[in-house]
């Protein structure tokens, strides 16, 4: 039913780019908020970027200047571009649909930056 499926990651080297794509059915996706997560080996899943019906974004202070978040409704699709990279944005990037009754995961997609 509900489906989040994250493509776009790899491996980049420091100062690379990279844009994730997480493609969006089983939901209203324009009246969805929707965010990018990444997890660490070892660390808590974090908040990396979210955009809010209408186009508003936030980001993590880490991510700020260098990772972009946007959505095409006409595609059900939500992008992170990200530049600038670094060692420590390795991690398992996932999507993340935000409803009013439930939250929406995708199954990850691994970024890894190294030299």
């Known amino acids: 039913q509900v489906q989040l499926v994250e493509s776009g990651g790899g491996l980049v080297q420091p100062g690379g780019s990279l844009r994730l794509s997480c493609a969006a059915s089983?939901?209203?996706?324009?009246?969805?908020?929707m965010a990018w997560y990444r997890q660490a080996p070892g660390k808590q899943r974090e908040l990396v970027a979210r955009?809010?019906?209408?186009?508003?974004?936030a980001y993590s202070g880490s991510v700020k200047g260098r990772f972009t978040i946007s959505r095409d409704n006409a595609k059900n699709t939500v992008y992170l571009q990200m530049n600038s990279l670094k060692s420590e944005d390795t991690a398992v990037y996932y999507c993340?649909?935000?409803?009013?009754?439930?939250?929406?995961w995708g199954q990850g997609t691994q970024v890894t930056v190294s030299s």
């Open positions: 993340n649909a935000e409803l009013p009754a439930k939250t929406y």
């Open positions: 089983g939901i209203i996706f324009s009246s969805s908020s």
């Open positions: 955009i809010i019906r209408g186009g508003s974004t």
